[in-house]
């Protein structure tokens, strides 16, 4: 007990006998441990922000019945309230889609019947000339896709009979949009509409889902489906997962080379503050080695001395991580990002290990003869 | 009676040139020895091997019945906080430890601390009022006192003082002489390494080296008479 307490009062006297070296290295510590902090805060943040952000970007899961059945190819409306039940927080948005051959005088054109407000959800990049069919009840309007609207010649505020079959349907165009897919040559309009006319009642073709999180979750998310949805496929739109997988991946890769670098530069910085320290600290470990002090014994007292600096340099850093992520994440990403705790032990960790690597030259010290140091060499 | 130290044909090289050259001398327990000789006689030499700060290149030292030649670095460091109290004519002390922390470094190396016995060591060379005073605040005598404290602190069987009133001024260097004697007197066995005569003849033995060797042993007493 004794001697932990004379440990601790040594290590104190130590901290406070080279305050100017220690506090570059301190310095170097905090600055490191500050950007480690940001980009650590950022990369759980932002990767949850961002995979928010795609799921504005489109579908990502689409369950539809099994291909080569004809008429089994459409599913029962039931799928909505089977999915719903399942509440699972993932799934950000479910838009149902009843595909129907009609015609509009004599030009035939795909209608499509959706939900546009779960549409509006995973499609905020859609380009809409107009308005927009905001209500499930909305059984007036539709939405055009561009080159269906340039070939019927329709534009918001156009009327447009569609007939299928022997049944027929008057809908106004709310407005035109450019999507890049395949509803560039459709009209959409309301599941029920589209129920209707085609007298599938109760049917949809697919149903498109807004999946969030990372690769695996969304894997996760698909498997229960597929559980719970028998007879139904559930797949995964690859291309966009492993998009988003490799722009996160990426993200990912840029943020643990940039720690490793400023870790590896913090080093350097102790390292050359370390050396000049391990000079003047020369002549009291002699005199500690004469005194009967062991190598170990007063490399601990060096190396508890680091440390403890490192333990310092993290703290601080992480606080001022925690600002400076924020200010990335509303400058760079657009993003509040908010302080995580789990960020502080490997930002503490982290700089310890590098003021322990940067301790090294205090480690040689180890090999000073006393003989030669009392004698003033 | 086995004698305390025993130097036997001690040899010291350092490359080409011999810094000790089959000394051989004993010293009894209890004795203060006065080492003496010129610049580059070898007596700083002789006194590191002795504390065991530098390795023999032949011959044999013995120490309180150790064989200190054959340790290896880890022993000849117990060695040194067992049985050795070092006092230097630079002082050496830890310029941010106080004067009780100084003190008490020696304990923590050797076992553990006891601040009440460390300021009692103190007290003892007439210290009582500085032990929260830092070197710098101190004067060279105050400093060499503190030294001293902390060679004692462990009771080592050999004190070893090489120069210790080689920084001082007269007063200081009375003083610190007037300690050696009082720990002299109270049976430590003491080695000086001194230029000074007056100190030599405090001595009851001078051990003198020239280039290296042993030129002779005299006792001050029988010198005078």
Same mark, same amino acid.
Request: proline share 4%.
């Given at each position: 007990m004794a001697s932990r307490s004379m440990f601790l009062r040594i290590l104190w006297k130590l901290l406070g006998a080279s305050r100017g070296r220690l506090a570059v290295a301190l310095i170097a510590l905090t600055s490191g441990a500050a950007v480690c902090s940001a980009l650590l805060n950022v990369n759980l943040d932002a990767e949850r922000k961002l995979t928010q952000e795609f799921r504005t970007l489109g579908a990502n899961v689409v369950i539809a019945p099994p291909a080569g059945g004809s008429e089994a190819a459409l599913a029962d409306?039931?799928?909505?309230?089977?999915?719903?039940?399942?509440?699972?927080?993932?799934?950000i948005a479910t838009a149902p889609y009843l595909y129907v051959a009609a015609n509009s005088g004599s030009q035939p054109v795909i209608l499509a019947g959706t939900w546009f407000d779960q549409v509006a959800k995973m499609n905020s990049w859609w380009k809409l000339e107009g308005g927009w069919v905001s209500s499930r009840d909305d059984h007036e309007h539709c939405l055009v896709g561009f080159n269906a609207a340039r070939q019927l010649g329709l534009a918001p505020g156009s009327s447009v009979v569609l007939r299928s079959g022997d049944r027929n349907i008057s809908l106004t165009v709310a407005g035109i949009v450019t999507t890049g897919g395949a509803e560039d040559n459709q009209i959409l309009t309301n599941l029920d509409s589209a129920q209707n006319l085609a007298g599938l009642s109760g049917r949809v073709s697919l149903v498109q889902l807004s999946v969030s999180g990372t690769p695996s979750e969304i894997e996760g998310v698909t498997r229960r489906l597929t559980d719970n949805l028998p007879g139904l496929e559930v797949r995964p739109v690859r291309q966009i997962a492993a998009a988003e997988g490799k722009i996160l991946g990426r993200i990912r890769g840029l943020i643990f080379w940039t720690i490793a670098l400023i870790l590896v530069l913090s080093m350097f910085g102790v390292l050359a503050s370390m050396a000049a320290l391990a000079m003047e600290r020369r002549r009291d470990v002699g005199l500690m080695k004469a005194?009967?002090?062991? /190598?170990?014994?007063?490399?601990?007292?060096? %190396?508890?001395?680091? !440390?403890?600096?490192?333990?310092?340099?993290? @703290?601080? &850093?992480?606080?001022?991580?925690?600002?400076?992520?924020?200010?990335m994440g509303e400058r760079i990403f657009g993003v509040v990002i908010s302080?995580?705790?789990?960020?502080?032990?490997?930002?503490?960790?982290?700089?310890?290990? /590098?003021?322990?690597?940067?301790?090294?030259? %205090?480690?040689?010290? !180890?090999?000073?003869?006393?003989?030669?140091? @009392?004698? &003033?060499? | 009676m086995v004698p305390l130290v025993q130097v036997e044909k001690l040899e010291k090289r350092f490359g080409e040139v011999c810094a000790l050259d089959r000394v051989t001398f004993e010293v009894e327990a209890g004795e203060w020895i006065a080492i003496m000789g010129p610049s580059g006689s070898g007596k700083t030499t002789l006194i590191n091997i002795l504390g065991g700060l530098d390795h023999p290149s032949a011959g044999r030292v013995v120490v309180d019945g150790l064989e200190?030649?054959?340790?290896?670095?880890?022993?000849?460091?117990?060695?040194?906080?067992?049985?050795?109290?070092?006092v230097f004519q630079q002082f050496h002390l830890v310029p941010y430890l106080t004067a009780l922390e100084n003190v008490m470094l020696a304990q923590y190396f050797h076992s553990i601390t006891d601040e009440k016995e460390a300021a009692q060591a103190l007290g003892r060379v007439g210290l009582s009022d500085r032990l929260t005073h830092v070197p710098a605040e101190l004067s060279g005598g105050e400093q060499q006192r503190v030294a001293i404290a902390r060679a004692l602190i462990n009771q080592p069987k050999v004190i070893l003082a090489d120069e210790p009133t080689g920084?001082?001024?007269?007063?200081?260097?009375?003083?610190v002489l007037k300690l050696l004697r009082e720990l002299h007197d109270a049976g430590h066995t003491i080695l000086v390494v001194t230029h000074s005569q007056a100190i030599g003849n405090l001595a009851d033995r001078r051990v003198e080296l020239e280039h290296g060797r042993l030129a002779r042993i005299t006792v001050p007493s029988m010198a005078k008479e």
């Open positions: 409306t039931g799928v909505l309230d089977r999915i719903a039940a399942l509440r699972l927080p993932q799934i005194l009967g002090g062991t /190598v170990p014994r007063i490399m601990r007292l060096f %190396l508890a001395e680091a !440390g403890t600096l490192g333990a310092v340099g993290g @703290l601080l &850093g992480f606080l001022l991580g925690v600002v400076l992520a924020r200010w302080a995580r705790f789990e960020v502080l032990p490997i930002t503490i960790a982290l700089t310890v290990a /590098v003021a322990l690597a940067g301790a090294f030259p %205090l480690r040689l010290l !180890g090999q000073v003869r006393p003989a030669e140091i @009392l004698r &003033g060499e | 200190i030649g054959n340790l290896g670095e880890r022993e000849l460091t117990r060695y040194r906080a067992d049985k050795i109290g070092f920084n001082l001024d007269e007063a200081n260097e009375a003083v």
